[in-house]
């Protein structure tokens, strides 16, 4: 029996359709901004597998890092116990992170960094005796697959199955300059009927949505608003974190800071799983009382995992290195000056860029967004040419590993001309 057909026996992929999907592609290494199949093929990786990869596969002072820590020791218990590879990352992390950021909690991944935040908020209003407990999200969000990211995610075919175990929330649409004094008046009716926790929100780019990208000026006023109302503001920089949207986080596009903040995907390389929810101190004050019931309950098995602080501190260097913003002021020029050619195309519905990230919006008969048929078509096509971009439905982006050449990026603008003339 083949790897292949082994894994079509004994595998349940994610965001799969079981009963049409083609036969996963069997990857044997993976190097740079390059993916190596079993036939000798190699792909290249333009989304960064799931936008996790910043500096490319197998970088050797990362792989390097980890191995070192690996016989040093790999994981430890993280409630009565602290290493130094996550007392230095969350150092490290908050020399980058906005000022107000003062306490590093770590999690797993992206939905269990949300999940801290949403509940971080809730016990913090419970700990003040202000039982507050609605949150403000934006419409076409996307924050993760457990419950409470689905809660405060949109509602759509990601969670048409939980409609009925999702808690409520207000969903408002994307700030602009036209519809911010609206949105005021509405979270003021809100708040007089219901209690107010929270505005989470993607700063800047909403990812899973198909890379819909807003100005922040509007973002930054409501940001302000929520603050003198007295709602916690949890920016989800997730996908949005370390470079993406050109600078080191979405928010530092902004003046007004969250008090909460979630990072993953990037944060380790794209080496190893791990989360971080930041916050400002006035949360972490809301848990320092002489009643035990205040303590925040939450912790994983795999909390500040040690491998994975040490593969995130040798991306952190590579990250602060000179030659990785000129990388990324690189590729944002690159793709701006692609935008310029192609923008007009009668195929193009949209096309959009912020930072590294470009993002195609094609021109089809469905109103449908992730499920519709042409992704597909995007897919095979591109892999056929040894590219992996695996589109959000009809939208085709661009989101490289830092280590992509402009050489590169031409081969990959080259194929995109050729697939909108078909």
Same mark, same amino acid.
Not at 217 to 231: G, H, M, P, S, Y
């Given at each position: ?255 007004? *800071?969250?008090?909460?903040?979630? %990072? !993953? +995907? &990037?944060?380790?390389?794209?080496? @190893?799983?791990?989360? /971080? ?99 597909? *078509?995007?897919?095979?096509?591109? %892999? !056929? +040419? &040894?590219?992996?971009?695996?589109? @959000?439905?009809?939208? /085709? ?26």
């Amino acid at each position: 029996m083949s790897w292949a057909e082994k894994d079509k026996k004994h595998i349940w992929h994610p965001f799969t359709h079981l009963k049409t999907a083609a036969d996963p592609i069997l990857i044997t290494k993976a190097d740079g901004l390059y993916l190596y199949d079993d036939k000798g093929n190699k792909i290249i990786d333009a989304i960064s597998s799931w936008w996790v990869n910043l500096h490319g596969h197998s970088h050797p002072y990362i792989s390097k890092k980890v191995s070192e820590q690996l016989f040093s020791f790999e994981h430890i218990p993280f409630a009565d116990f602290t290493h130094q590879p996550a007392i230095e990352l969350a150092e490290r992390l908050l020399q980058h992170l906005p000022s107000n950021q003062s306490k590093i909690f770590y999690s797993d991944n992206g939905s269990t960094a949300v999940e801290v935040a949403l509940k971080m908020t809730l016990q913090y209003w419970h700990n003040k005796g202000e039982p507050k407990n609605t949150f403000i999200a934006l419409e076409n969000a996307y924050h993760g697959d457990t419950f409470g990211g689905m809660s405060v995610g949109a509602r759509n075919v990601f969670t048409n199955a939980f409609e009925n175990q999702l808690f409520n929330v207000a969903h408002i649409p994307i700030p602009t300059k036209e519809n911010l004094e609206q949105i005021k008046e509405v979270i003021g009716t809100w708040k007089e009927n219901h209690s107010m926790a929270g505005f989470i929100f993607e700063p800047l780019v909403q990812g899973a949505a198909g890379m819909m990208m807003y100005e922040g000026d509007a973002l930054e006023e409501l940001i302000e608003f929520c603050k003198q109302n007295e709602i916690i503001t949890i920016a989800d920089e997730v996908m949005t974190g370390f470079g993406r949207t050109g600078k080191f986080f979405a928010s530092d596009h902004l003046n007004s *800071k969250p008090d909460i903040m979630c %990072l !993953s +995907k &990037g944060l380790t390389g794209g080496y @190893l799983p791990l989360g /971080v929810t930041s916050c400002a101190q006035l949360i972490y004050d809301a848990y320092i009382s002489d009643d035990k019931t205040k303590t925040f309950f939450h912790g994983h098995s795999y909390t500040a995992n040690a491998t994975a602080c040490v593969a995130a501190l040798a991306s952190l260097d590579l990250m602060e290195k000179k030659e990785t913003l000129e990388q990324i002021q690189m590729i944002e020029k690159e793709h701006m000056i692609f935008l310029a050619e192609i923008k007009t195309h009668k195929a193009c519905k949209e096309v959009r860029v912020t930072g590294t990230i470009l993002a195609i919006e094609l021109k089809t008969n469905e109103e449908t967004h992730y499920l519709n048929a042409v992704s597909e *078509k995007i897919n095979s096509y591109f %892999l !056929s +040419k &040894g590219i992996l971009l695996r589109p @959000l439905g009809n939208v /085709v982006y661009i989101l490289p590993p830092y280590c992509i050449t402009k050489e590169e990026l031409q081969y990959i603008y080259k194929n995109i001309k050729e697939f909108l003339n078909l």
